[in-house]
């Protein structure tokens, strides 16, 4: 079993930056796919960025292409989202998820970890 805990989130006014960060409670191998979703007031969870087991690959829904980066740590147990650019329509709660063996990496049934989630709230 993997706990994950997000942090990082929190106020930012449109245009700032955020940078999240995910840590996994163990030390993972480079099949442990990690990913971030988010979800607005009223709105289902949706994709929004993914990064491979050994860090290499990456892939972003389109509507935060350019702006968010997604990186993971040395130890590969840690993964961050470097969020620039905010726009108001970000706000949400973004939650990391992480598993193995994922073919749809925008599905979130493909993942079987979960953290609780942190707020990100960008004001216009």
């Known amino acids: 079993q993997v706990q994950l805990a997000e942090s990082g989130g929190g106020l930012v006014q449109a245009g700032g930056s955020l940078r999240l960060s995910c840590e996994a409670s163990?030390?993972?191998?480079?099949?442990?796919?990690m990913a971030w979703f988010r979800q607005s007031p009223g709105k289902d969870r949706e994709f929004v960025a993914r990064?491979?087991?050994?860090?290499?690959?990456?892939y972003y829904t389109d509507s935060v292409k350019s702006r968010f980066t997604i990186t993971r740590g040395d130890a590969k147990n840690t993964m961050y989202l470097q969020m620039n650019s905010l726009k108001p329509e970000d706000t949400a709660v973004y939650y990391c998820a992480a598993g193995t063996g994922i073919w749809d990496y925008t599905l979130q049934s493909e993942y079987d970890y979960w953290g609780q989630g942190t707020q990100v709230t960008v004001s216009s």
């Open positions: 163990r030390r993972t191998g480079r099949d442990f796919a």
């Open positions: 990064i491979s087991g050994s860090g290499s690959d990456t």
